[in-house]
């Protein structure tokens, strides 16, 4: 895989974390601490700029309140 589609999957998978925070009307803030993840780390994950590790992405589904399973719908 090239470096332009991992970028571009990180972008859609961080697009589709932040619309979920926002349809659950949740602040980053929120979810960093629901979480337990620094909300430098979500919002970097929300701009498509690092790749989250397993873990990382567990931890904000339960922070989300959703299967992990959904953050990869909209791939």
Do not use: C, W
């Amino acid at each position: 895989m090239n470096n332009a589609k991992k970028e571009e999957l990180l972008v859609q998978l961080g697009n589709h974390i932040r619309t979920t925070r926002k349809s659950k009307k949740m602040t980053l803030e929120q979810l960093a601490y629901d979480a337990n993840v620094e909300i430098s780390q979500i919002y970097r994950i929300e701009k498509g700029k690092i790749n989250p590790t397993f873990t990382t992405l567990h931890a904000i589904s339960l922070g989300l309140e959703i299967p992990i399973r959904e953050l990869f719908q909209s791939f």
